[in-house]
């Protein structure tokens, strides 16, 4: 049901957008995030959207990173900036239903993945 793309190469400093389509439900009904797992390292949370529209980043990416979704399109995204060789991952984006606040970083807490896109900074 979720279906990641728009990952790629790019120099440390550029940009990258993901994308994240969703099929179902309309993914306003739902808390979406982004997680990643670079080589040999646990799944790290990313961002979020609550159900509300509220976001949350990891300290990682804040200011750097914006999560948004388009209710129409059934699409979330994560415009990603100023990307460093450590942005270096796979990432996943993920909903879930029933996710309580205090989980939102939790990726146990999501029902739902994508397959993930790879995101390469060189430095």
């Known amino acids: 049901q979720l279906q990641a793309s728009g990952g790629g190469l790019v120099q440390a400093g550029g940009s990258l957008r993901l994308s994240c389509s969703f099929s179902g439900r309309t993914s306003s009904s739902y808390t979406m995030g982004w997680f990643r797992q670079a080589p040999g390292k646990e799944r790290d949370f990313v961002a979020a959207i609550w159900r509300g529209g509220t976001t949350y980043y990891s300290d990682a990416v804040k200011g750097r990173f914006t999560i948004s979704r388009d209710k129409v399109k059934n699409t979330l995204y994560l415009q990603m900036s100023s990307l460093k060789p450590e942005d270096t991952a796979v990432y996943y984006c993920?909903?879930?239903?029933?996710?309580?606040?205090?989980?939102?970083?939790?990726?146990?807490?999501?029902?739902?993945w994508g397959q993930g896109t790879l995101v390469t900074v060189s430095s």
């Open positions: 993920a909903a879930g239903g029933t996710i309580i606040l205090s989980s939102i970083r939790v990726s146990d807490a999501y029902h739902y």
